[in-house]
């Protein structure tokens, strides 16, 4: 009978080089014995912060299940004429600051209210249509949740962006506040928009 022959691995295999491995494995399971806090303490500094990181990526996509579509907004083309304009591109951010404090107005008990005196006085300042638009670019989107503009993490997270036009809808009253509406109505109509 013929013998087999057994195919060579990485060479011949002598007895010195099994025990070379063999010391050699010896040394590293002592050192890992000896050092065994180092290693428990570097681990644990790893899973740590590897766990602050899957923390954080979960609150970051919270708000991102809940955040509307961009379907949801059609954006408006609105390009106000400059020859039609009463106030500046720096006035109409201001006013459109003042609204958004306006909109913003805290009562005794902390909870948003809105000003319709500043609304009306803000209004006042805009004499023509294309003076609305430029209010309405300067506005652009703000976040809106509970009557006002949200201020604590969670709420800006769930909190949904409006453009100006919501914001005045949704604050301003037909009936209760008549005379603030009427105004408000007949400006963001003379800029060709839908009130």
């Known amino acids: 009978m013929k013998k087999k022959k057994i195919p060579k691995i990485g060479g011949i295999v002598k007895k010195e080089n099994v025990k070379k491995a063999v010391v050699k494995a010896n040394a590293a399971g002592n050192f890992i014995v000896e050092n065994k ?3 428990f303490v570097v681990g644990g500094i790893i899973l740590g912060y ?3 990181r899957k923390i954080q990526k979960g609150f970051n996509s919270v708000g991102e299940v809940f955040a509307s579509d961009e379907v949801d907004f059609i954006k408006p083309v609105i390009n ?3 020859s039609n304009t009463t106030i500046t591109s720096n006035d109409a951010v201001n006013i459109a600051k003042a609204l958004l404090d306006a909109f913003n107005q805290k009562t005794a008990f902390h909870t948003p209210a809105t000003d319709e005196k500043k609304i009306k006085e803000a209004f006042e300042k805009i004499k023509t249509g294309d003076d609305f638009k430029l209010v ?6 703000r976040k ?4 006002g503009t949200p201020t604590h993490y969670l709420d800006k997270k769930f909190a949904d962006s409006y453009d100006l036009i919501y914001w005045l809808k949704a604050e301003l009253d037909s009936y209760w506040d008549r005379e603030v509406y009427n105004i408000v109505k007949q400006r963001v109509e003379s800029a060709g928009l839908i009130f």
């Not at 809106?144 to 009557?147: A, I, N, T």
């Open 144 to 147: 809106r949740m509970g009557g």
């Open 136 to 141: 309405f670019n300067a506005f652009g989107l």
């Open 50 to 52: 590897m766990a602050i």
């Open 80 to 82: 106000p004429s400059s």
């Open 37 to 39: 806090t180092a290693f």
